[in-house]
Structures are given as C-alpha cells and as structure tokens.
C-alpha cells in the first residue's frame, strides 16, 4: 500500500509539471479530413477487383461497387508546445475486419528536441514507399487509387512503435533519413465475401533515404519484415503427420512455415513534376524466406500533363514472381483411402503454395478534374493481364474452381476527391 501511495504522489507531481510547462505554451489544435467517393467496375466474371489484399469483396462481370475505393478520414493535430506535438488520423473505409483499432491509423507524439529532428512514438504510418503517408487521401495523387500491380499487396499501413527522423538542408537539396521499428497484427480474407481469415504477426524494421531537389526527388528504402505465427498451422500440422507415409512432407512443410522467416523489401522511387509535366515511378524486390509471401518484382510507371484544372495521365504497371509454380506429387503406392487422403494433401499443398503468386500486368491512362478547391474528379481506364497461376492480388468468385486459362479484366473507375 505504500508503495502504491508512492507511485501515484509521484505520478501527481509529474502531471503538475506537465500541466505547468504547457501552461506557459501556446496551445493550438486543428481538424482537417478527406474523403472519397468512388465507383469501379471490373469486367471479369471470375476474379474480383480490389484496391488491396484486406478487402473481402469486390467488383466482377460489370458489377458496379462503390466501397472498394469510397473512404473517410479525419485528423486531429495537436501542438502542445515548441517541440511537442500529437496527431490523430481515424478513416472509415471497406476493410475485412473493420473495428476501432483498426480504423485508428495514426495516434502518435512527435518530439523535436533540435531543429530538423523527429522522434515520434505511437501508432505511425509505414513510411516504407513513395504514397506511404497519404495513400488513402485521395485528392493528394492522381490516379483514383495507387498503381494496383505495386500497392495491393502492400496493406501494411500502420504499425506501433517508434520512428526518427532526421532532415538535412543541403545547398542543392534536402536529405531525409529515416529509421523505424514496430509490430503490427492483420487479419486477411480467403477468399470472395468469407469469414474465414489469415492471421499475420510481424515485427517491423526499417529505413529509407529520400533527397529532393526542386522538381526532383529520389528514394530509396528498406524494411524487414519478421512474422511471430504460423499462417497456415492446421496444413503444417498435416504434413508433419504425413511425413511417416511421405518423407517429402518433411519439406513442404518446412516452406510453407512462416513463424520465425522474415521478407524484405528493397524500394527505389523516382519522382519529377515542374508542374506541368510530371513522372513517377518505383520498383521493389521482395525477397522472402518463406514460400507463402513468394518473392516478387513489382513496378509502374506513370507520366502525366497538367492544362489549367485538368490533368491527363498514362499508368502502367507489371508484377511478376521469381520462381516457377511448385508442382506438388503425392507418393504412390499405398492403398485406399490413404491414398486419396494423401493426393487430398498434396492438392492442398499446392494450392497454398501457389495461391498466393502474383503475376500480372496492367496498362491504363486517365483524367483529373480540379474543379472546384480541394475538389477532384477523376476518371480511369485500365487493363489487366493475369497470368492464370498469379491471381492472388484478386478475389476468385468461385473458390472451388481453378482458374485453368490466363485472364484479362478492363477496369473502369469514378472518384470524387475532397478535402476538408
């Protein structure tokens, strides 16, 4: 009890200094939000449209679905003194698993102990590539999402821990260094409207370098991933019992753990914009120790024009894997119904190891209308190409069926983009 008494004196005394140094301060507090309005439609009966890999829905055979790129969002600054400040960012948008917490994007304090100097601590942004820190404002890019072959896949926007940041003025520029570290938590959806999820539990690290020079800017960064769960425990636990019938399980099984493996990114980002004509582009290698998150190349590359309130843009994108689909034989030999539990197991293994490939490539172009302030419309024509053992940036419609054929879909989407 006195020891509790204790703690709490002490834990009075430091809010009274608190409440003390910021009394002295000019405190200021501001609210600004964004939102979009959107409607897409995708002409592919078999695989669905979606803006990332947390969505469970999407648009397929000329449906027209509007929550797949309409979101809200709202942000709270805080300036509590010369050196403290806090921010709040909530958006409410179509996501699996849509609660608080994860509607909670950024909830960090910021410190500047020195000029040109950040630590902050909290929930943060990923700050891994170029749209990092306003992928979801949509008034703040072009396009009416970001490029899909590069940023589906990418869903980690958020993750608690700590970050620092250092920028440099330069006589010819500004150079800012980054490093971060955090957890996040995810769950992501199976297949098209299914409760059924995947869990991911990583530990993240990384930093990036970004230097700017008038109507340049250049990027380079870096992040590993460490994931603390098995995804796919029930299968690993299948093939660890398999393995006195089939030795090969032993393997499989080994690939398609992922407790303990890490991924790595490495991002390079280009950008030039003299506001008329402007170029963006980036490309990552994703390197993986684990086959269920496959090693990729990603990459686009957009050129735009400006005239007066429009804006007319091309984009063109290409995901690709660095290895061929596994192929997956189960032993022979063994009688009924071993045999048929076994060729089960060997298809499941299959199926996993290369359900989560992707293999595509897109080409599209489109217009911007700013006509009104911190009003946009947008209008946006795409086609993709999927390979037929690299769909899973989409959603299949029909889950029990395989997709045998190599597939095309022509996008077209509509956004209203507000700032307010």
């Known amino acids: 009890m006195?020891?509790?008494?204790?703690?709490?004196?002490?834990a009075s005394l430091l809010a009274l200094l608190f409440i003390a140094a910021f009394s002295q301060?000019?405190?200021?507090?501001?609210?600004?939000?964004?939102?979009?309005l959107g409607l897409v439609s995708s002409d592919n009966p078999k695989l669905a449209f979606r803006r990332d890999i947390s969505q469970g829905d999407g648009s397929y055979d000329g449906t027209l679905e509007w929550r797949t790129d309409s979101l809200i969002?709202?942000?709270?600054?805080?300036s509590w003194s010369s050196n403290i400040d806090t921010t709040v960012q909530l958006v409410a948008k179509d996501r699996h698993e849509n609660n608080l917490n994860?509607?909670?994007?950024?909830?960090?304090?910021?410190?500047?102990?020195?000029?040109?100097?950040?630590?902050?601590?909290?929930?943060?942004?990923?700050?891994?590539?170029?749209?990092?820190?306003?992928?979801?404002?949509?008034?703040?890019?072009?396009?009416?999402?970001?490029?899909?072959?590069?940023?589906?896949?990418?869903?980690?926007?958020?993750?608690d821990g700590i970050d620092l940041n250092k920028r440099i003025n330069l006589s010819q520029g500004t150079l800012n260094l980054k490093a971060f570290y955090g957890n996040s938590d995810q769950k992501f959806p199976t297949g098209l409207r299914s409760s059924d999820t995947t869990r991911l539990d990583f530990d993240v690290s990384g930093a990036s370098v970004v230097w700017e020079q008038n109507d340049w800017k250049l990027r380079y960064s870096y992040a590993n991933v460490n994931i603390n769960n098995n995804?796919?425990?029930?299968?690993?636990?299948?093939?660890?019992?398999?393995?006195?019938?089939?030795?090969?399980?032993?393997?499989?099984?080994?690939?398609?753990?992922?407790q303990g493996r890490d991924f790595r990114y490495h991002e390079l980002g280009f950008g030039y914009d003299n506001n008329q004509w402007w170029v963006q582009a980036e490309a990552t290698q994703l390197r993986s120790a684990t086959a269920i998150v496959p090693q990729s190349d990603h990459a686009y590359l957009s050129i735009g024009r400006r005239f007066e309130h429009f804006s007319l843009y091309t984009l063109g994108g290409i995901a690709r894997p660095r290895h061929d689909p596994a192929v997956v034989t189960p032993p022979t030999g063994y009688p009924s119904p071993i045999a048929e539990q076994l060729a089960q197991l060997a298809g499941a293994t299959a199926?996993?190891?290369?359900?989560?490939?992707?293999?595509?490539?897109?080409?599209?172009?489109?217009?911007?209308?700013?006509?009104?302030?911190?009003?946009?419309?947008?209008?946006?024509?795409?086609?993709?190409?999927?390979?037929?053992?690299?769909?899973?940036?989409?959603?299949?419609?029909?889950?029990?069926?395989?997709?045998?054929?190599?597939?095309?879909?022509?996008?077209?989407?509509?956004?209203?983009?507000?700032?307010?």
């Open 2 to 10: 006195l020891r509790l008494t204790h703690y709490c004196q002490q």
């Open 25 to 36: 301060a000019e405190i200021e507090h501001r609210f600004s939000g964004f939102a979009t």
């Open 73 to 78: 969002g709202g942000q709270w600054d805080s």
């Open 102 to 159: 994860n509607s909670v994007e950024w909830a960090f304090v910021r410190y500047r102990p020195a000029d040109g100097f950040d630590l902050r601590l909290g929930r943060l942004g990923t700050d891994i590539f170029m749209l990092s820190d306003y992928r979801q404002v949509g008034y703040a890019f072009p396009w009416v999402r970001p490029p899909h072959d590069y940023y589906t896949l990418l869903s980690l926007y958020h993750f």
């Open 231 to 258: 995804v796919a425990q029930s299968l690993i636990d299948a093939l660890d019992a398999a393995v006195p019938l089939w030795p090969e399980a032993a393997s499989l099984s080994r690939k398609t753990a992922t």
């Open 351 to 420: 199926r996993s190891l290369n359900g989560v490939r992707i293999h595509q490539k897109s080409l599209g172009a489109g217009i911007r209308w700013d006509f009104a302030a911190k009003m946009a419309l947008k209008v946006q024509l795409e086609e993709f190409r999927i390979d037929r053992q690299g769909t899973n940036l989409w959603l299949r419609t029909n889950s029990g069926q395989a997709i045998t054929e190599n597939q095309k879909s022509q996008v077209i989407s509509v956004s209203l983009d507000v700032l307010f």
